[in-house]
């Protein structure tokens, strides 16, 4: 099979395409005929051994993926060999064939393209978890949800989400075709973050009260920004830091204002912890997995490929990520 292999830590831009085995499998995995695979800037930083878990060299770098079931081991229960799914792996996704455990497996429903698929086991699944469970940002109806880099993977998944929930929407993004793409898909209201600063208008939109709940991928002054436009007893979530820089968070801000702020390494319910919890929270995930496959079908969101590039050009895949060019989830397909 053709494969990204990794053999040393080094920028993305230095991996090549080589000829590898089938993977593998274990007693309660399957091996997975590979569709379509996602790419992320979390992926660059894997690669390079700068992620905060390491898988050991030498490995196909990629952790979502979307296809058909070739083999399962001798203890898989849910799945048999043609059956449609997505999966999160610990590894392995940017090849014709990927080992998944069965817990990491989820049955995709014929209406899901593998494309879009990838969207659900990081992105989607990460806004529906951040926007609902109840330890986190748990928006109820008629809050204010603010959404940073909302043209993004899991900003636009974060904004459709929000509406199912009843929140009213507040979406960021860098420019104004991003801002389209973002009330395509639900927001009601529109910030270019780079013409002008946001807190002021946030602020207005609100009556100046703020907003209930923050929801950042972007980190750095939009977070620090972010805890000056929110309402006494917000809660902010930092999901990532595509702009590049982790902030210092002024605790005064916090204090003043009764504010929370929530941590979500959805990898932790996926297995990718020094304490291997997936099978704990095996029935949460799936809940929440379930749930977004059926407002999928059911058309309430509707995810989306900013760009869908075959397995030769995985290279041009993730310089759109990197370019932070994407708008929705960058597909390679096999």
């Known amino acids: 099979m053709q494969g990204v292999w990794v053999t040393d830590w080094q920028p993305f831009e230095q991996l090549r395409l080589q000829e590898l085995p089938l993977p593998e499998i274990g007693e309660r995995e399957v091996l997975l005929r590979v569709a379509a695979a996602g790419v992320s800037f979390a992926t660059s930083l894997v690669v390079q051994g700068k992620y905060q878990r390491k898988p050991p060299l030498p490995f196909v770098p990629g952790t979502e993926v979307a296809g058909t079931v070739a083999r399962v081991g001798s203890q898989v229960t849910r799945f048999k060999p043609g059956d449609r799914v997505c999966a999160v792996l610990d590894w392995g996704g940017l090849a014709e064939y990927a080992a998944a455990k069965e817990v990491n497996c989820y049955g995709l429903p014929e209406a899901i393209d593998f494309p879009r698929a990838i969207a659900f ?6 806004s529906a978890a ?7 940002l ?3 109806p008629g809050q204010t949800l603010l959404v940073h880099g909302a043209a993004g993977g899991v900003g636009l998944a974060a904004v459709e989400i929000g509406k199912i929930l009843g929140a009213t929407v507040i979406a ?6 991003k801002l389209a793409v973002a009330r395509e898909h639900g927001a009601d209201h529109l910030i270019n ?3 002008r600063e946001f807190r002021d208008e ?5 009556g100046g009260r703020g907003a209930n709940a923050v929801y950042d991928p972007v980190g750095g002054e939009v977070f620090l920004q972010s805890l000056r436009c929110m309402a006494p007893e917000a809660r902010i979530m930092p999901v ?12 005064n801000l916090l204090l003043v204002k009764n504010l929370t702020v929530c941590g979500l390494n959805l990898g932790y319910y996926y297995g990718w912890s020094p304490q291997d919890m997936r099978y704990e929270f095996e029935d949460r995930m799936r809940a929440t997995m379930q749930q977004l496959f059926d407002w999928c079908v059911a058309g309430k969101i509707k995810p989306r490929n ?10 041009r895949a993730m310089a759109d990520v990197l370019g932070r060019q994407a708008i929705g989830r960058v597909a390679v397909v096999m």
Request: no cysteine; glycine share 10%; net charge negative.
């Open 202 to 206: 946030v602020l207005a939109l609100t």
């Open 138 to 140: 748990n928006v109820q």
């Open 172 to 177: 960021t993004a860098g420019s104004e075709a």
């Open 306 to 315: 900013g760009a869908i590039y075959p397995l030769a050009d995985f290279q």
């Open 193 to 195: 973050y780079r013409e």
């Open 130 to 136: 951040a926007l609902t469970w109840s330890h986190l």
């Open 240 to 251: 990532g830091f595509a702009g590049g820089d982790i902030p210092n968070i002024p605790a």
């Open 121 to 126: 086991t990081n992105s989607y699944a990460t």
